[in-house]
């Protein structure tokens, strides 16, 4: 039969992803290498977007067009789509025990999820939470002496420090969790593009959601599925491949992130804690 697609975003809501994720990419790409000037693949980084000042630009900016989507999707899902499901309750904290006895071999039942996981709501409230840090500590770090002006020194040197921080929890969060839950167990997902979601997916992440979506479900005509087979073998070496050059990637991010983490913990440690004592 043919293959069940289920809408999963709107239009409204992947242009809102797109720009969120381009942003992020553009504030850590442009943002680590001030932190790390020293560096190698630092200057190289700075050379690739034209030099500093285009750097800084490029990171301005970004933090702004973050800011302004991050506003406009709180604003949007507030007065026009309200969805309440997406908010934490008691259901998650069993969902949680019960995937955590599944992983354990405690249970063979995998936890029913509704139309969001609890770890898509920490994901999703750990984005919003990380905008609104960085933003405000951004906002702070752009004018430093403007900003003093309202807050104590100390707290604008603290903010340099959550900014760095942040920075690197949402980097792991995000090219660490988020790209391996989304993209390499389900290579290549689309969803973010198309916002559909194959059945499969539906039905063994969100079954409650798929089963509540298959009662008024209208079934498609049957193809035939010699003629499917045929052209999944077709692209099973290009999907291979291009899996395997993903996984190589991401691994190297993984790299790089722990060895950004340590040093970053090495320098919070010799500044703050070492420094006092």
């Known amino acids: 039969m043919v293959e069940l697609k289920f809408k999963r975003f709107t239009l409204n809501q992947r242009i809102q992803h797109i720009i969120f994720f381009t942003s992020f990419i553009l504030l850590a790409y442009t943002g680590f290498p001030l932190k790390f000037p020293e560096e190698w693949w630092s200057r190289w980084m700075i050379e690739s977007v034209g030099g500093f000042d285009n750097r800084t630009f490029i990171h301005h900016f970004s933090g702004l067009v973050m800011i302004g989507v991050s506003i406009y999707h709180a604003v949007y899902h507030i007065l026009e789509k309200p969805r309440y499901d997406i908010l934490f309750n008691l259901k998650d904290v069993e969902d949680f025990k019960q995937q955590v006895r599944y992983y354990l071999r405690y249970s063979d039942e995998h936890p029913k ?165």
């Open 113 to 277: 999820f509704g139309r969001y996981t609890w770890k898509q709501k920490f994901e999703y409230f750990g984005a919003g939470f990380g905008a609104v840090v960085m933003g405000f500590t951004g906002l702070l770090m752009w004018q430093p002496f403007e900003a003093m002006k309202y807050f104590p020194i100390g707290f604008v040197q603290i903010a340099n420090l959550f900014h760095t921080w942040e920075a690197v929890l949402a980097s792991i969060a995000i090219f660490i969790g988020h790209f391996y839950d989304e993209q390499f167990e389900k290579f290549p997902n689309l969803a973010w593009l198309t916002g559909n979601i194959p059945e499969e997916e539906m039905r063994h992440e969100h079954p409650l959601e798929y089963e509540e979506a298959m009662k008024s479900q209208k079934i498609a005509n049957p193809e035939n599925m010699e003629n499917k087979e045929r052209k999944e073998h077709k692209n099973i070496l290009i999907v291979g491949f291009a899996k395997l050059v993903f996984t190589i990637i991401f691994l190297t991010i993984c790299i790089w992130m722990v060895w950004i983490s340590y040093s970053v913990l090495m320098e919070a440690v010799k500044t703050y804690v070492l420094r006092v004592v």
